[in-house]
């Protein structure tokens, strides 16, 4: 197994903009999980499948057999270019509801161990510290105030909030699917034991990528 830095924390806390220029300045490789719930449930939709129980099982065989592609910024789910289509308040729904089912879980989770088996990785989601790779060399756990995290998501360019409206709608809409990911059954959003906590929501990007940085060296020159 290759060396693992866990990022986990609810939507809007930094995780993508820290996760990847952490993974830039190691040069190992960045993998996005939401990304992989969000195009499992485009595809899922796509299909015209339901998001709960009754087409768990269809939804699950997508999770596990999907052609999927993770490069950089681009989402690619069985040859399409997703990248877009799964930033938009509908995805952001419905890839809430499709984490809530226990096998797309587990087909996803094994996806996202074999990344590990091939190489270092640097992988944010919300269970990666805790069920993805409970022994990560390295987890942090991201968070920020409500607003901070709703004004960021209003201004993130890679979110199609055009229908969304105000930025009160915004808050709302995260604050419902921050409750979804924290209370479902199936591997809720929570920090792990070991997990450094860091509060995005006074500091610079910058400055959190060099603390990120700062506790991954330590931790590999420990050993
Ligand atoms: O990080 P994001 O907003 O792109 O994630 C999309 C959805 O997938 C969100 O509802 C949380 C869920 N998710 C999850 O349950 N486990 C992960 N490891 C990553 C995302």
Redesign the pocket.
Known sequence: MHPVVAI?GP?GAG??TVARAVARELGWRYV???????AV?WEACRRGLALDERDEDRVAAVAADAEMELEHEHVAINGRDVTGA??TPEM?DA??R???LPRV?KA?VAR?QAYAAAGPVVM?????GTV?FPGADVKIFLDATPAERAARRSSDPAHDLSRAGAIDVVADALAA?DR??RT?DA?P?RKAEDATVVDTTSLQVASVVEHVLDIVRGRLEAG
């Open positions: 986990d939507s995780k993508g996005d999980t939401g990304a992989m719930y969000r449930a799964i930033r952001d890839a809430a499709v984490a809530r879980r996803l996202q944010e989601g919300r269970d990666i993805v699917r979804l990911d479902r591997s959003l």
